[in-house]
């Protein structure tokens, strides 16, 4: 079936650098894309949706020269969190709907962003 | 969207069936049920979603009252890898463009031998 695949699956990084996340459809095209962020103990909140082809669309509160997202084709987007801080640490989902039967979204398997 | 209202936490002995309940009693004509489940440290999976009939799928049933109020998801027969936060999702169906899910807390099944 359908598979979003992450990569990676978790990374550390000094506080002041750049970290950047990918998300793949891989047997599916995705015009849209959508990446969350989930902290611990608490439950997946969105952060914004990413467009192929034209600028992403974030939910409120959120930061878009922080959180840098490109969707340059229909198979991934990416999400790069610039200068990190050890606030940003967060486990990072992103999701794609099911472009067959929009019933459903697949996610990937997320990314756990550890800023030191 | 509509607000959903799960049980913080429930437990299930292994081969039970597990019975999540949510409550969505603003939920409007044009709106469906979704569950998904979130297995520690990974990304949701989809579960089921129906609109106002039952709907049985290879991983759970999902009834809904006929006041489409209440909905409960049944795992008929639990296994220790059904612990996962199960969340119980109101959206209108609408094309995939707008495919953007508001979770909430969930309910945090642990199934124990």
């Known amino acids: 079936g359908a598979v979003v695949s992450q990569h990676p699956s978790w990374v550390i990084c000094k506080s002041g650098t750049s970290v950047k996340i990918e998300c793949r459809s891989l047997?599916?095209?995705?015009?849209?894309m959508f990446w969350y962020r989930q902290f611990p103990k608490q439950s997946l909140m969105l952060m914004a949706t990413?467009?192929?082809?034209?600028?992403?669309?974030?939910e409120q509160g959120v930061e878009k020269d922080k959180f840098l997202i490109n969707h340059a084709s229909l198979t991934l987007s990416t999400l790069t969190v610039t200068s990190a801080h050890p606030e940003d640490s967060s486990f990072y989902i992103c999701?794609?709907?099911?472009?067959?039967?929009?019933?459903?979204?697949?996610f990937g398997q997320g990314t756990r962003l550890t800023v030191v | 969207d509509a607000k959903t209202t799960q049980p913080t936490s429930m437990d299930c002995a292994e081969g039970r069936a597990a019975n999540l309940p949510c409550n969505h009693s603003?939920?409007?004509?044009?709106?469906?049920v979704y569950w998904y489940r979130q297995i520690h440290s990974q990304g949701p999976q989809y579960i089921i979603h129906?609109?106002?009939n039952n709907e049985t799928n290879e991983m759970a049933s999902l009834i809904i009252t006929e006041d489409r109020k209440s909905s409960t998801l049944i795992l008929p027969h639990a296994t220790l890898r059904d612990t996962a936060v199960y969340y119980c999702?109101?959206?209108?169906?609408?094309?995939?463009?707008?495919?953007?899910?508001?979770f909430g807390k969930g309910t945090l099944l642990t199934v124990n031998p």
């Open positions: 999701s794609a709907p099911n472009g067959q039967t929009n019933t459903e979204a697949f």
């Open positions: 047997d599916f095209q995705a015009t849209t």
């Open positions: 990413s467009n192929e082809g034209s600028k992403a669309t974030y």
């Open positions: 603003t939920i409007s004509g044009n709106e469906y």
């Open positions: 129906g609109l106002k």
């Open positions: 999702i109101v959206r209108a169906s609408s094309g995939g463009s707008n495919y953007k899910l508001t």
